[in-house]
């Protein structure tokens, strides 16, 4: 359960400062690519995500520029959720029984309703990739998944991140970071040769389907992802304990 829980913190921040950095981006409707939100801050984050085939979806809350959260209290539809403060991720978490594509009524209330927000978000379809056995970054990686079921999320996108063992320091040094927005309704995608630098230990993707509700103070996500780790041309399950690096990297 530890695992699970660090993925989903480090996911559901990858997704954050996702949306925020691209915030700027220039696409515009046209292109078929909705254009993530222009946030630069904000003070609550709320995800709710199911991971890796879970049937059950786990809910985040945390703070950032606001105040510390002392108390909270969610209601889905109406219905109560336990939400307990979780010291080892230092985040409120809960747990639901919900449906994928599908949308939810989401009462939330922080520090004895000092802070509240009610809105509508969907949960995302599930991507099922059948990740190839091998990649060498030197040439194209060529990827096709399903959605199920097939149903558009606001935001899909591919992460892409290389690493390398550090002996001195005894842990990997992130040297590609990169990700490309794609057009919600494609299935496919070829990696070109050289999106990653050659030469690294490891390589990380992660596909990712997003939907979002956002205000000037508060940022509530839904997501679902699928993700590889590539070591010496291996493929093997992702890596928790490097995505955690990559976030501390994007923080810094």
């Known amino acids: 359960m530890k695992k699970f829980l660090l993925l989903f913190m480090i996911l559901t921040m990858c997704f954050s400062l996702l949306i925020i950095g691209c915030g700027n981006n220039d696409d515009d409707d046209d292109d078929g690519i909705l254009d993530p939100p222009d946030q630069e801050d904000f003070d609550y984050f709320f995800s709710v995500m199911r ?12 703070y950032f520029q606001g105040d510390s959260i002392t108390t909270a209290e969610l209601f889905i539809n109406g219905n109560q959720i336990p939400l307990e403060y979780n010291e080892w991720i ?8 919900l449906e994928v594509t599908t949308v939810y009524n989401f009462e939330l209330s922080i520090n004895e309703s000092r802070e509240s927000w009610d809105f509508n978000l969907a949960t995302t379809a599930a991507p099922a990739i059948d990740w190839p056995d091998e990649y060498s970054p030197d ?12 149903t558009d999320s606001m935001i899909q996108d591919l992460m892409g991140t290389s690493w390398v063992w550090d002996t001195q320091n005894e842990e990997y040094d992130i040297i590609d970071d990169v990700f490309v927005l794609l ?4 299935r496919s995608y070829d990696v070109p040769a050289n999106w990653m630098s050659t030469g690294q230990e490891e390589y990380d993707f992660i596909l990712a389907e997003t939907n979002y509700f956002v205000t000037d103070t508060f940022l509530a996500i839904a997501a679902e992802v699928s993700g590889v780790t590539y070591g010496y041309a ?7 304990n490097r995505l955690k690096e990559k976030i501390r990297e994007r923080i810094k």
């Open 51 to 62: 991971l890796f085939g879970r049937d059950e979806y786990i809910i985040g809350i945390d």
């Open 90 to 97: 230092l985040s409120w978490i809960g747990y639901a029984d």
């Open 139 to 150: 040439q194209e990686l060529l990827l096709d998944w399903v959605l199920e079921p097939d």
């Open 183 to 186: 057009d919600s309704d494609v």
């Open 234 to 240: 291996s493929r093997r399950e992702i890596d928790v």
